[in-house]
């Protein structure tokens, strides 16, 4: 997911990189600086939301094929891992991020 500052809004994309080149699977503008964002996954399918307010999810998308993380389709071992992580992309920014949070658990 990538987050980014746009005049009075934020804008946030969900993208997809293979072998270099993005698609961007979904574009939301939002009007806040605090930003919550959760991922949940079910099988080799994965959900992705945020919410400007606590526990007040909005969809960006669902049901992505999370294959392509697999040693399989990638051909090799390609280290997957999770975690959080911010990025100007090589270029300088004035963008700041704050994680106050992360909860890693089980869905039943």
Do not use: C, H
Not at 59 to 67: A, K, M, Q
Request: proline share 1%; aromatic share 16%; hydrophobic share 30%.
């Amino acid at each position: 997911m990538e987050f980014t500052k746009m005049n009075d809004y934020s804008v946030l994309r969900l993208v997809k990189r293979t072998a270099g080149e993005d698609q961007t699977w979904s574009v939301e503008q939002v009007k806040t600086n605090r930003l919550f964002l959760k991922v949940e996954v079910y099988g080799q399918d994965y959900n992705f939301y945020y919410a400007t307010e606590p526990e007040n999810w909005q969809t960006l998308t669902e049901n992505v094929d999370g294959r392509i993380l697999s040693t399989d389709i990638a051909g090799g071992f390609v280290g997957t891992y999770i975690g959080m992580y911010t990025s100007s992309n090589g270029e300088e920014s004035s963008n700041t991020a704050d994680f106050d949070y992360f909860e890693y658990s089980r869905l039943s």
